[in-house]
């Protein structure tokens, strides 16, 4: 039994902060499939959301089976499943990989054998299992709802909440979808609320519930309803409900709820009431609730026996139902979900699975990785030979030799201004390279990410596999970038130091941008974010400018490029460019070792920081 006790919620503090829910008293059986309808803005989404424990009421409870859920925790994942309004699986993966990763992710335990018989049964039971290797982005708005429907089904949830569903899908379809809802509250021993704007099914709903800006205005049998708000067509309902105040419609159903709830139901047989209710409008409360007394006396005496019977009967298929649901649960519910690591490891294989399907994503990244370096050569090619062997041999009189040196001098300064201006351009290419690896990488997909976590992936395996994936991506980019303008330009100094800090620049601007992600609304928001602080980069480093000294101490620490590149022209401090390089710059070096230290704070910040942005809900 689901119960909502004298549930409010109200956005401020404030006496006239905006109610979104009003003092709501709701109870829903098991084996129950309920509508909620009211018109737009009327809180129905928000109902859903505190009843899935994603709000908090202000003030009143949920309760599960006599648990409070605010005093003991919400249910567990697997007990609860949650289908929101936007589409909750990655284009790129086919039916039967989505649910696969998603039953991978719920639920430990199950051999492969299992795991396969399940999904069979699962897509079976949705309509899918046609289409099962089938990409998500080629299906159609009725097979997305019968696959979001697919993902929640993997731990046999005993709720099932559903938002707008039906929404924006053909008659058709939305009459599939409508149906196959009921069969999966029937099928299990569930409850299954379906949030909806549509009147068209009601007589498929055991119950309707009617949310009039924020106030409960009904909650009983789809087959009072008409009766209650006294009108004749569905259509007429929202206009009839805007005709009294939220407040009024709340108090006349405090007045009715004994007459035309669901306690209603259970005395009057549905027959009777379908035969004889006639038109008692809801104002005019002796003549109703006289005439529901009529009815139901009539009931109770006409029915008796056959009531019997048919308790009876309800009796043994609830309890054929709840058998048949334990030995589920035995296969779902006990191995429990899967560990940080399996779901760190599944993650993982997925989103390569993906990166490898997404052509243009793989055709940017190759892009990237062979033409950035490439373009730092071309720009190395006409000082190539003074970087290769800047020592001279002077010849000639004294004169000579002196104008030698003059010109040696000027050279060395122009190749140490070209070799300072080479490190900081790799520096630049793989600041914007790590802005690209990571930006979108969480805010991209956001609300899957909300979804999954709902569903009990952990936050910490989640970061984790984004530090791994990136990671590869940043071992190759920053490795070839070293690699390959080492192998041309010849650059003095160890190698390998060099290499390394490329390494952490990436790394550091790749975790920062990944924070960001996890912290913006939308991928558009994160990805411009991210593109200003790789601008920021080459003026704030100091390497073109020197900067006043009041704000490069602010800024400075925060400015990868500048550690990066300070760490890299530290590794020449034996060369003959190292001075013409402080010259030309004339911005105050870092020691090597601060220079990795800085940089790792950037990463390990930057990854802590994703980390408790992933632990924050994000769900508006
Ligand atoms: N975090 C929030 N801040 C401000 N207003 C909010 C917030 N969340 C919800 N609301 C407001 O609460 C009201 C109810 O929103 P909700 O999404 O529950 O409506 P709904 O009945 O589901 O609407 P629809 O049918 O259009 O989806 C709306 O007016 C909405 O703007």
Sequence with gaps: MLELKEVSLQLGNAPDDQLLLSELNIRFPKKHFAAVLGPSGCGKSTLLK????????????????????????????????????????????????????????????????????????????????????????VLSGGQKRRLALALELVSAPHLLLCDEVTSGLDPKAEDEIAHLMHEIAQGGNRIVLSVTHSLRHLALYDSVVVLYQGHLAYHGPANHLFHYFDVEKPEELFPRLAQRKPMDWHRSWQKHRVSYGLEAQENVAEEVALEEVSSVPAQDENEGEEHYARLRKKARFDDEESAAEKAEAEKEKAAADEKRELETRKKLDYPGTPSAMSQFSILLARRWKIFFRDRGQLWLQLALLFGFPLLVVVFALDGLPQIKNPN??????????????????????????LVSGLIMFQVVLLALMGSNNAAREIAGERLIFEKEKFAGVRPSAYVAYKAVFLGVLVLAQSGWMAFFVNYVVQFKGDAFTQMMVLIFVNAALTAVCLALSSLMKTAEQASLVSIYLVGFQLPLSGAVLALPKALSFFTQPFIASYWGWSGFIQTMHDTRFYDAMVNVSQTKLAAADLCFWVLMTHVVLGLLIAYMGCKNSQWE
Excluded: C
């Design 50 to 137: 505190v009843i899935a424990g994603l709000r908090e009421p202000t003030l009143g409870h949920v309760a599960w089976d006599g648990r409070d859920l605010s005093e003991e925790g919400d249910m567990d994942p697997h007990e609860i499943g949650y289908v929101p309004q936007f589409s909750i699986a990655y284009d790129l993966l086919t039916v039967w990989e989505s649910v696969d990763s998603t039953l991978s992710l719920r639920v430990s335990g199950l051999s492969r054998d299992e795991r396969e018989a399940r999904l069979e049964q699962i897509l079976k039971e949705v309509g899918l299992d046609e289409i099962a290797d089938r990409q998500v982005r």
């Design 392 to 417: 001279g041999v002077f010849s000639g009189n004294l004169y000579e030799q002196a104008a030698q040196t003059m010109a040696q001098k000027l050279d060395m300064m122009k190749t140490g201004s």
